[in-house]
């Protein structure tokens, strides 16, 4: 073979090379264009299912929505953002914020204020804020805006609006029949405290003067005895109308804590006793005292001991004690009676809660746990109750400033 044959054969081979590498390029290439586009198609699909649902969630819930980007371009909004503030589709269709922000506004008596208050919000750029809007018709909206942000890059806005109207009118009703209720019960309190009063002073007077048969004498132990708990369930509810009407006055004075642990009790004695329970006090240094009215304390504290003597099987023990932490006079009230459930000890001083005891019948209204409160907090003091659980027995903490010369 001559030389120009072997040239000829080598340039031939090469060329068929560089064909063979071309062609396995292209199908190669072809092969990655296929599969890019196959993953297109599957993103695009993906992303068509997510906006159709993002398009479902924003139709199905009862909230008014509107999707903002940075630059205050409207990017999305339901049927129920048009409905609620009764927007022209044409200005919808619009896109711009600018519109629809003025359009909402003329529903305002101060259009001014509220498109000053959007113009505040994406100012300061606030991850979140909230708004409580009163329109010119009575409706009462609430405004939610939360920014969107992707990579720490702020993208947009989305503002949620929900009519609350019937909510707060709900709420005012609720509040003025509680009002009514608290009015009933002072006024009814006031009208009873009289003629219990006449009972009580008559049927002392037939204990001392009337037959000496023990029969009538223990048929009159017991109208006494009902008397005073009538009387002491009508002082509850006046107090009850005194707190909720602000009408309570207190009367303070320089009293020492160890006093007012002696008078409630000795108040409290006559239960105590007919239950058979035993009362231990530990007093407090004799020094310490507060600055308080007297009077109310002592309420405090022999509605705690009473309390605890209702709540306990005949028998018991009860213990009153009394120290000085952390410039605070504490006060606490420690029995072995039937206990707290742990879910009612954060609803246990409010009005009208009882604890329901099986096999056993409590008197009272429940009321009286929510004037301890009341009494302490007016004090400027806490009030807590702890307990382990049901049969495990419970004890009731009182806080109370030390005694400090008031400012004159």
């Not at 109207?165 to 405290?193: C, G, M």
């Not at 602000?246 to 108040?267: C, D, F, Q, S, Y």
């Not at 035993?278 to 705690?304: E, G, K, M, W």
Request: aromatic letters at 4%; glycine letters at 6%; proline letters at 3%.
């Amino acid at each position: 073979m001559t030389g120009d044959e072997r040239e000829n054969d080598l340039i031939r081979s090469v060329a068929l090379q560089n064909a063979s590498s071309i062609l396995i390029a292209r199908q190669r290439a072809e092969q990655e264009l296929l599969e890019a586009k196959q993953a297109l198609e599957k993103k695009t699909e993906e992303l068509a299912q997510s906006l159709s649902m993002m398009r479902a969630t924003l139709e199905s819930t009862t909230d008014a929505i509107l999707v903002t980007d940075e630059q205050g371009v409207i990017t999305d909004f339901n049927e129920n953002f048009v409905e609620m503030w009764r927007i022209p589709r044409e200005i919808m269709d619009s896109r711009q914020h600018r519109l629809v922000r003025d359009a909402i506004s003329q529903r305002f008596e101060n259009p001014k204020q509220y498109d000053s208050r959007i113009d505040e919000i994406y100012s300061a750029a606030a991850p979140q804020a909230s708004d409580v809007l009163e329109l010119a018709d009575g409706r009462i909206i609430e405004r939610f805006s939360k920014v969107q942000s992707v990579e720490g890059r702020i993208v947009g806005r989305v503002w949620t609006f929900r009519d609350i109207t019937e909510r707060r009118l709900t709420e005012k009703a609720l509040i003025e029949a509680d009002r009514r209720k608290d009015e009933f019960l002072s006024v009814l309190a006031h009208e009873l405290r009289n003629p219990l009063a006449a009972v009580l002073m008559a049927v002392r007077l037939l204990q001392r003067k009337g037959p000496p048969d023990p029969a009538l004498q223990n048929l009159r132990a017991i109208i006494v005895r009902q008397t005073l708990l009538l009387t002491k369930l009508v002082d509850d509810l006046l107090d009850v109308g005194r707190i909720t009407t602000g009408k309570m006055r207190l009367e303070k004075k320089h009293v020492a804590l160890n006093t007012i642990l002696k008078e409630a009790a000795e108040v409290c004695t006559l239960l105590i006793e007919r239950r058979n329970h035993t009362l231990s006090v530990q007093f407090a240094d004799p020094s310490l005292s507060l600055y308080v009215d007297a009077a109310r304390i002592v309420q405090v504290v022999s509605n705690l001991l009473n309390n605890a003597a209702k709540y306990m099987n005949d028998g018991g023990q009860i213990e009153l004690a009394a120290s000085e932490e952390d410039g605070n006079a504490v006060i606490r009230v420690r029995d072995k009676g039937f206990g707290i459930p742990r879910e009612m000890l954060d609803r246990i001083f409010q009005r009208f809660v009882q604890i329901s005891t099986p096999g056993r019948s409590v008197d009272g209204l429940g009321i009286g746990l929510s004037v301890v409160k009341a009494l302490v907090e007016r004090h400027g003091g806490t009030v807590e109750a702890a307990s382990e659980g049901l049969g495990k027995g419970s004890e009731f903490i009182v806080r109370l400033p030390v005694s400090v010369e008031p400012n004159e």
